[in-house]
């Protein structure tokens, strides 16, 4: 029973960290508009993200516009493309491994081999998790340097958007839940006690039962 609620709540955590990781990566709002200096009112936002860049107005209108091409993007974001990506299909892939070695289910007998399953599973999403978690950090290191550095203009500075935070606890999720399916253990197969039954009294050869059976 214990080990079923653990591999629930890993499972759990791990579910939603995928979903906030697949949204992480879809937010346009890795970098965002740093307001410093003189840029203090501007007429708009600019957000920058994997797969697109948003400006937005003062007014509330929003216009995006889709990367032209991705030889022509920087390393930083062809590596969190890549990298987001794989970790993504790795969760895919981690949730049916984990499904098919849950007790809930059937397509595994042993109980054994079902937990190996489970604890695969969880391993996958755990690495999932650093594949996730490198451009984050590369992403948030990129900016940190281009803000504190000189020869930056500050009309190109950018601050760590919520794409990033989303990401970060994703990764955190990802981390927990996994380690979680990798400490489930095989629910065991005892009952308890052990049932024995005496040996069946026979007859004795004139048709009648032996009267020692009934003391």
Same mark, same amino acid.
């Given at each position: ?11 759990? @955590? !791990?579910?939603?960290? /995928? @979903?906030?990781?697949?949204?992480? !990566? ?13 840029? %203090? ?17 003062? /007014? ?10 991705? #030889?022509?993007?920087?390393?930083? @974001?062809?590596?969190?493309?890549? #990298? ?10 981690? #949730? ?8 809930c /289910?059937? !397509? ?15 391993a ?12 984050? !950090? ?9 803000? &504190? ?10 601050? %760590?958007?919520?794409?990033? &935070? ?10 927990i839940?996994?380690?979680? @399916? ?16 005496? =040996?069946?009294?026979?007859?004795? =050869? ?10």
């Open positions: 029973m214990a080990s079923a609620a653990l591999e629930i709540l890993g499972l759990s @955590l !791990c579910v939603f960290g /995928t @979903l906030l990781e697949m949204t992480a !990566c879809g937010l346009p709002t890795w970098k965002v508009t740093a307001f410093i200096e003189a840029n %203090i009112v501007v007429a708009q936002t600019i957000w920058d993200g994997l797969w697109m860049s948003c400006a937005v107005q003062s /007014t509330g209108q929003m216009q995006c516009k889709m990367h032209d091409s991705m #030889l022509a993007l920087n390393h930083d @974001l062809q590596a969190a493309r890549a #990298l987001t990506v794989i970790s993504s299909v790795m969760c895919v892939i981690g #949730l049916m491994v984990v499904i098919a070695g849950a007790q /289910t059937n !397509c595994i007998k042993t109980d054994s081999v079902k937990a190996r399953v489970v604890n695969v599973g969880g996958i999403y755990i690495i999932s998790a650093i594949f996730m978690l490198v451009p984050l !950090c590369w992403m948030a290191n990129n900016i940190i340097s281009d803000f &504190y550095n000189p020869q930056v203009p500050a009309s190109q500075k950018r601050e %760590i958007g919520a794409a990033l &935070y989303i990401g970060w606890a994703a990764t955190a999720m990802l981390l839940g996994g380690s979680v @399916l990798c400490c489930s253990c095989p629910a065991s197969g005892n009952s308890g006690y052990s049932v024995k039954y005496a =040996p069946s009294k026979r007859a004795t =050869p004139n048709g009648d039962y032996d009267k020692r059976n009934y003391v």
